[in-house]
């Protein structure tokens, strides 16, 4: 599939041999710190969420927001294997139309799309700390942003598929291939399995989606598939130490900033106080 599409559009495969708990939040970092001057929006989504808007909106209408907004939230929504014991032949959005209700523990958790010039640091894989407003989907100002909403997700401006489970076959191959940062195992099918709310959001785009797959072409057994360099524990370390100094930068400014407001002594208490614990 990537090298389909790597012979008409700018795909980019950068391999990520990190296996901590961390490695999802260190390609995040690292691929802010190499691709974000190039963009005004980046996302970070997996390759089983889908981005998905009822009619009326889009992409195009989600990112016309103000100056101001630093990211977007982007709600999950967990759909369920549809019954399927063995992996479907047909498209992942022609063979799961049933999801979870919105009020499913798990669809609070949220990815991001951001600014990467308003980013300070990338928090984890859900979200990043960034200068300015964070918003949901209906561009409603998140007053405590965090890796996961406080209350269940409206997805009246859209929301992002969540195709967890999807057959029997695959999740057995998913708890096979194991987690770097969890621990799951096949039991948990009974969880993430949810079928209660029928939709068809992404179906709507079927036919575009198979024009563009099609439009691919197909690709030749001798191709290459097109790489870029694997990161060194160098570089990575690198991008490491510019996300912790611009984080440090914040902080100093904050506290230059606490002392024009409260002066010095009232400062230096509240920083006691802190190391003290409280």
Known sequence: MVKKFQRKHDVRLIPWPVKTKTYQTEAYEYGLFKFGREFTWLAFIDSDEFLTFPPGKSLKTLLDVPEGIGAIALPWAFFGSNGHVSRPKNLVIKSYLHRSESDFFDNKPIKSIVRPDRVIRVSGPHNCKVRGAYVDMNHKRIKRPSWK??????????????????????????????????????????????????????????????????????????????????????????????????????????????????????????????????
């Not at 160098?234 to 230059?256: A, E």
């Open 149 to 278: 909403l406080e209350k269940s997700p409206d997805y009246a401006g859209g929301k992002l598929n969540h195709y967890f489970v999807q057959s029997r076959e695959d999740w057995a191959q998913k708890i096979a291939r194991g987690y770097h940062d969890t621990q799951r195992s096949l039991s948990d099918f009974q969880i993430y399995d949810r079928n209660e709310i029928y939709d068809d959001d992404a179906l709507r785009l079927l036919p575009q989606v198979e024009a563009i797959l099609e439009n691919a072409g197909s690709v030749h057994e001798d191709s290459l598939l097109k790489t870029l360099p694997t990161p060194s524990l160098l570089g990575r370390r690198m991008v490491q130490s510019f996300w912790c100094f611009n984080s440090m930068l914040l902080w100093v400014y904050s506290c230059r900033s606490l002392v024009r407001v409260f002066g010095r002594p009232v400062l230096n208490r509240i920083i006691y106080w802190i190391k003290s614990g409280g």
